[in-house]
């Protein structure tokens, strides 16, 4: 006998056709990991037949853009080689970086180290792609701190200073110089 009643109490009732929601999750993960994976070996392909067909051109294009992010310490460096190179400038740059004073604990002593310079420091010349290359130049910079920037010139002075923080557009003026270094 049929039974009558709407509660057949989970006998017989159909299974939800279709996947369960954990393959659903599956399929989609893998299809996103396939899309990523097809436009990353895509960009490279595209990029590295950019460097095949032009090596030069690229290499010039990265260095500019290298020099296009290190011009602002590199401004603020040759800021500070003048000023290293005249006793007037060497009193100013002692007066407004309180932190030299860990190296030369007087405007006396820096002054005195500083008369031993003068006339072996050069000027540092403008930023380019041979300067970056072959020209002596260092620049580091650390994750939202300082930046040590270096230079060592064929002839002259090396001159090594690191800079509080990073130059952010907007900002006026000189960085405070965290340490000093001519050799």
Not at 3 to 21: I, T
Not at 52 to 57: I, S
Request: hydrophobic residues 40%; charged residues 25%.
């Amino acid at each position: 006998m049929a039974d009558s009643s709407w509660d057949n109490s989970g006998h017989g009732q159909p299974l939800k056709p279709g996947l369960p929601l954990w393959g659903k999750i599956a399929i989609g993960c893998g299809v996103a990991f396939l899309i990523v994976l097809v436009t990353c070996v895509g960009g490279v392909a595209f990029v590295a037949n950019k460097i095949k067909k032009d090596p030069e051109g690229f290499k010039q294009k990265a260095m500019n853009l290298v020099a296009d992010k290190v011009r602002p310490d590199w401004e603020d460096f040759r800021t500070v080689v003048e000023q290293l190179r005249t006793p007037e400038g060497c009193q100013a740059l002692y007066a407004a970086n309180p932190a030299l004073a860990k190296t030369w604990p007087t405007e006396a002593a820096f002054l005195d180290a500083a008369s031993r310079w003068h006339k072996e420091i050069v000027s540092a010349p403008d930023l380019t792609p041979d300067l970056m290359e072959r020209g002596g130049l260092q620049i580091n910079r650390d994750f939202g701190g300082s930046v040590r920037v270096g230079w060592s010139p064929k002839s002259g002075r090396s001159v090594y200073l690191t800079f509080e923080s990073a130059k952010k557009p907007g900002d006026k003026g000189p960085r405070r110089i965290l340490e000093l270094d001519v050799r």
